[in-house]
């Protein structure tokens, strides 16, 4: 598995599990449906858990063009690899949708409520305000590549080199993510992640779903800048602080 196949199939499984639970949760006529925050902040740090077990020993598992920027700006992982890293968190988050809107079509013609099923996809703010909006996703974002960077120094006794995320394990990473969720998602939905909303966020606005309403594009940059600059200011602080 190279690192792009990794990247794709780990982020897939990232966003297949975690926008699976926004289903789950969100639709009507599932099991699930109703189930709450609890549910979805636990079900997002077990699609991490399960998307950094698969693609770790081969790429480092980013899954995230945030943690990839972050990385790259601290000297840890080279710049030149940003493009096809990126590109292969797009492809994955993109078809991991596009499954879990396959998987969960009767209940999203179940559902009614336009606003519930963008909601399975992609993140919206729960009192719109551009830059508190902004701040909030910069600042979960900033938790976690803070949290990563003090971690990249770890070795892969294997062959002795830097693995950058999967220097972490899977299950840190999980409660790290679990813990944004639980503490600073309910502003935002917590996307701190470019991909998990970008690619989720084409996918409603591509496939045919009743009465599906606004894919909410003039919310979609915020979901993108705000975990760059999360991004960019954790590894400015990391490297001052070093």
Wanted: charged fraction near 10%.
């Amino acid at each position: 598995m190279t690192p792009f196949i990794s990247e794709i199939v780990g982020t897939f499984l990232l966003i297949l599990m975690g926008c699976g639970v926004n289903a789950n949760v969100s639709l009507q006529k599932t099991y699930g449906s109703g189930s709450g925050w609890i549910v979805i902040t636990t079900g997002w740090a077990l699609a991490v858990y399960t998307g950094v077990v698969v693609a770790g020993p081969h790429s480092g598992a980013h899954l995230n063009p945030a943690v990839t920027v972050g990385l790259a700006l601290a000297g840890e992982f080279s710049i030149y690899d940003v493009p096809s890293y990126v590109s292969a968190q797009m492809i994955g988050a993109m078809l991991g949708a596009f499954t879990v809107w396959l998987l969960n079509k009767k209940h999203f013609d179940a559902t009614e409520e336009g606003g519930t099923k963008r909601g399975v996809f992609c993140t919206a703010p729960a009192i719109p305000n551009t830059v508190l909006n902004l701040f909030s996703e910069l600042i979960g974002t900033f938790v976690l590549i803070f949290a990563v960077l003090y971690f990249t120094d770890a070795i892969n006794t294997s062959d002795s080199t830097i693995i950058g995320l999967g220097s972490l394990g899977a299950l840190p990473v999980a409660l790290i993510v679990w813990g944004i969720g639980l503490s600073l998602g309910g502003t935002t939905g917590y996307a701190i992640n470019p991909a998990r909303d970008l690619g989720p966020r084409i996918i409603h606005a591509l496939v045919p779903i009743k009465d599906k309403g606004s894919s909410g594009w003039g919310y979609s940059w915020i979901p993108i800048i705000g975990p760059i600059l999360g991004a960019a200011v954790a590894a400015g602080l990391a490297i001052a602080l070093a």
